[in-house]
């Protein structure tokens, strides 16, 4: 574990116990920069304070208060006798033959909000590629959607993640392999749960991740996804910072995602195309739809001509994932139905494109995150992890 992590667990470990005139002391991972400039205000520091602090935190990534140069000694030692910076603790790292790392990690469960009795654990992905690498991250703890294909939904909902709680996650993965980090950095909130149902909390975290003086990365290497909660999709559409969107579609009839995805039944196809063509995009923005192909149920050359014909004259992209083997009563598609399934939607003038998922041999991939203290699930597919398999943009639930 490098340095700075170990010492940032360590500290927050201490804290668990401390107490500050009778009250907890206070997280600021997961504040805003004016949240933190309001904290220094509050404890009679000038409020810049506060915004040297957020840089600390975020462009930084100092997860102890001794290490933040940027601040005076005296004023370090008082923060960390009155605040925590609440990361989660890694209980198990799995390594994947193609590099990618799967985290399990124990939350931080000392707020006021949450019940320390039996804590949340929850799971990230980190995936390095040529010049990028990819964190995907999860919004809550297990997931309440139910799609019937996805391990995740197996859990059922535990709890809704803190704002600090979705950027530790981020934070984490790039600190703990900060020196074979390459220039591009992509985030994916496609891991357990639904991040339109968790929105508040969600937006927090993309605000920071989005800030130039926070996390500093570009809208359009943050991806958010979702199975198709159409008022979320209608409120993000105002957000003047938001991620890219990309919409779990997954069949080509209501009848067909009625059956794998119950979400349907409360806003149906219509609804949600409805609101995915009112969506607003920028010059160069698309939405991405996601399409997880399932061995002789969705996976027909007709259903990819519905497709097209659902997603026609809208601006897209179709990502086609070939079901991840698992303990589930479903069987990935032909190499031969895949191919056919992109020729049919390029020949409507949809692009599409098979994305492999990353870390299979490690239960990391696409529909996979379900907890496992174990290694995979069952063999990894050579032809999934080969060297002209793109990394997925869906590595998770």
Same mark, same amino acid.
């Given at each position: 574990?490098?340095?700075?992590?170990?010492?940032?667990?360590?500290?927050?470990?201490?804290?668990?116990?401390?107490?500050?005139?009778?009250?907890?002391?206070?997280?600021?991972?997961?504040?805003?920069?004016?949240?933190?400039?309001?904290?220094?205000?509050?404890?009679?520091?000038?409020?810049?304070?506060?915004?040297?602090?957020?840089?600390?935190?975020?462009?930084?990534?100092?997860?102890?208060?001794?290490?933040?140069?940027?601040?005076? +000694? &005296? /004023? @370090?030692?008082? %923060?960390?006798?009155?605040?925590?910076?609440?990361? =989660?603790?890694?209980?198990?790292?799995?390594? #994947?033959?193609?590099?990618?790392?799967?985290?399990?990690?124990?939350?931080?469960?000392?707020?006021?909000?949450?019940?320390?009795?039996?804590?949340?654990?929850?799971?990230?992905?980190?995936?390095?590629?040529?010049?990028?690498?990819?964190?995907?991250?999860?919004?809550?703890?297990?997931?309440?959607?139910?799609?019937?294909?996805?391990?995740?939904?197996?859990?059922?909902?535990?709890?809704?993640?803190?704002?600090?709680?979705?950027?530790?996650?981020?934070?984490?993965?790039?600190?703990?392999?900060?020196?074979?980090?390459?220039?591009?950095?992509?985030?994916?909130?496609?891991?357990?749960?639904?991040?339109?149902?968790?929105?508040?909390?969600?937006? +927090? &975290? /993309? @605000?920071?991740? %989005?800030?130039?003086?926070?996390?500093?990365?570009? =809208?359009?290497?943050?991806?958010?996804?979702? #199975?198709?909660?159409?008022?979320?999709?209608?409120?993000?559409?105002?957000?003047?910072?938001?991620?890219?969107?990309?919409?779990?579609?997954?069949?080509?009839?209501?009848?067909?995602?009625?059956?794998?995805?119950?979400?349907?039944?409360?806003?149906?196809?219509?609804?949600?195309?409805?609101?995915?063509?009112?969506?607003?995009?920028?010059?160069?923005?698309?939405?991405?739809?996601?399409?997880?192909?399932?061995?002789?149920?969705?996976?027909?050359?007709?259903?990819?001509?519905?497709?097209?014909?659902?997603?026609?004259?809208?601006?897209?992209?179709?990502?086609?994932?070939?079901?991840?083997?698992?303990?589930?009563?479903?069987?990935?598609?032909? +190499?031969?139905?895949?191919?056919?399934?992109?020729?049919?939607?390029?020949?409507?003038?949809?692009?599409?494109?098979?994305?492999?998922?990353?870390?299979?041999?490690?239960?990391?991939?696409?529909?996979?995150?379900?907890?496992?203290?174990?290694?995979?699930?069952?063999?990894?597919?050579?032809?999934?992890?080969?060297?002209?398999?793109?990394?997925?943009?869906?590595?998770?639930?």
């Amino acid at each position: 574990m490098p340095r700075q992590i170990e010492s940032g667990v360590a500290e927050s470990a201490k804290s668990s116990a401390a107490e500050l005139s009778g009250a907890a002391k206070d997280n600021v991972l997961g504040k805003s920069r004016d949240e933190l400039r309001a904290a220094m205000k509050e404890i009679g520091e000038p409020a810049y304070r506060g915004a040297q602090l957020y840089h600390a935190l975020y462009a930084e990534r100092r997860f102890d208060f001794a290490s933040m140069s940027n601040l005076p +000694a &005296a /004023l @370090r030692e008082r %923060l960390a006798q009155r605040f925590r910076i609440g990361m =989660p603790e890694v209980s198990r790292r799995f390594h #994947s033959s193609d590099g990618s790392v799967r985290y399990l990690l124990a939350l931080d469960a000392r707020g006021e909000e949450f019940s320390s009795e039996s804590p949340a654990r929850v799971e990230a992905v980190f995936m390095p590629w040529a010049g990028r690498q990819t964190v995907c991250i999860s919004t809550q703890a297990g997931c309440a959607v139910e799609c019937r294909f996805c391990l995740t939904a197996q859990l059922g909902l535990v709890r809704n993640l803190t704002a600090g709680e979705i950027l530790a996650q981020v934070l984490l993965a790039l600190e703990e392999n900060r020196e074979a980090l390459a220039p591009r950095t992509n985030v994916v909130l496609m891991g357990q749960g639904e991040p339109l149902l968790n929105y508040e909390p969600v937006m +927090a &975290a /993309l @605000r920071v991740m %989005l800030d130039p003086n926070g996390m500093r990365l570009g =809208p359009r290497h943050v991806t958010l996804s979702t #199975s198709g909660i159409v008022p979320g999709i209608e409120r993000l559409g105002r957000e003047k910072v938001r991620p890219r969107l990309a919409i779990s579609l997954n069949a080509s009839t209501d009848e067909e995602r009625d059956a794998i995805m119950p979400i349907n039944r409360k806003y149906p196809l219509d609804a949600l195309l409805a609101a995915c063509r009112e969506y607003p995009l920028g010059p160069r923005e698309y939405l991405t739809f996601e399409y997880v192909l399932l061995g002789g149920f969705n996976d027909s050359t007709e259903d990819a001509r519905r497709v097209a014909r659902l997603l026609a004259g809208m601006r897209v992209k179709v990502n086609l994932i070939p079901w991840n083997p698992g303990e589930l009563p479903y069987r990935p598609p032909t +190499a031969e139905s895949t191919e056919e399934f992109r020729q049919a939607l390029d020949a409507k003038g949809v692009p599409a494109f098979v994305r492999y998922s990353r870390g299979l041999d490690v239960n990391a991939a696409c529909g996979q995150l379900s907890l496992s203290e174990r290694g995979s699930l069952v063999p990894a597919i050579a032809s999934s992890s080969g060297p002209s398999a793109a990394p997925s943009a869906t590595t998770s639930a």
